[in-house]
Nanobody
């Protein structure tokens, strides 16, 4: 079993920055990759950034150049540094872990609101 807990969301003005954290606990060794997703009001959940155990990263075009995903394996924590935030970045941000055996685990989400 793996548990994920996100934190760091909040209200920020357009152009501002936030850093989200996702702390993993439990069977950490079963995690293959992790990622950040967001769900805007009325929209489907979308993958915005991903990182493998080896540190390879990928980003959605909408956040490329503004967001940075990283992992601190010693602290079992994944981060999402979000800069130059825009109102369209508003939504609930979730972290996900892809586990061995094609299983996946989600955190509870942390809300981000960007005011114009």
């Amino acid at each position: 079993q793996v548990q994920l807990v996100e934190s760091g969301g909040g209200l920020v003005q357009s152009g501002g920055s936030l850093r989200l954290s996702c702390v993993a606990s439990g069977s950490i060794g079963s995690i293959n990759a992790m990622g950040w997703y967001r769900q805007a009001p009325g929209n489907e959940r979308e993958n915005i950034a991903a990182i493998t155990n080896g540190g390879t990263t990928a980003y959605a075009d909408a956040v490329k150049g503004r967001f940075t995903i990283s992992r601190n394996n010693a602290e079992n924590t994944m981060y999402l540094q979000m800069n130059s935030l825009r109102p369209e970045d508003t939504g609930v941000y979730y972290c996900k872990a892809a586990l061995q055996g094609y299983l996946e685990v989600w955190g509870q989400g942390t809300p981000v609101t960007v005011s114009s």
